[in-house]
């Protein structure tokens, strides 16, 4: 599966942006997705996860209320709703993909987009 994650940016605090992962596979409704991020000068971090079917979905506990994942397997995308960005959110933003069975742990994603830089200014 080859990822392509796309819609970051630079924008306010407060501001909103969605993130888009598009997949080259039309079996893509069968895969696990999650979204993570990596700050600068700072590891990796997940941020949220949507099963294959968009029936289950967890987000990092500092981003609930804020961030919002979804699919539409019909165009093979998963999205990422970023609602009242702060500078914290300042981050390279990766989607990736693994197997049918629902995971959070970064480990388990056999499949990488290349990344989405969002900028978030004070």
């Known amino acids: 599966v080859q990822l392509q994650a796309s819609g970051g940016g630079l924008v306010q605090a407060g501001d909103s942006l969605r993130l888009s992962c598009a997949a080259s596979?039309?079996?893509?409704?069968?895969?696990?997705v999650a979204w993570f991020r990596q700050a600068p000068g700072k590891e990796r971090d997940f941020v949220a996860a949507?099963?294959?079917?968009?029936?289950?979905?967890n987000y990092a506990d500092s981003l609930k209320g804020r961030f919002t994942i979804s699919r539409d397997n019909s165009k093979n995308t998963v999205y990422l709703q970023m609602n009242s960005l702060k500078p914290e959110d300042t981050a390279v933003y990766y989607c990736a993909a693994r197997g049918y069975t629902y995971r959070t742990q970064e480990r388990y994603y056999d499949y990488w987009g290349q990344g989405t830089l969002v900028t978030v200014s004070s």
């Open positions: 596979r039309r079996t893509f409704s069968n895969n696990c």
């Open positions: 949507i099963s294959w079917n968009g029936g289950t979905t």
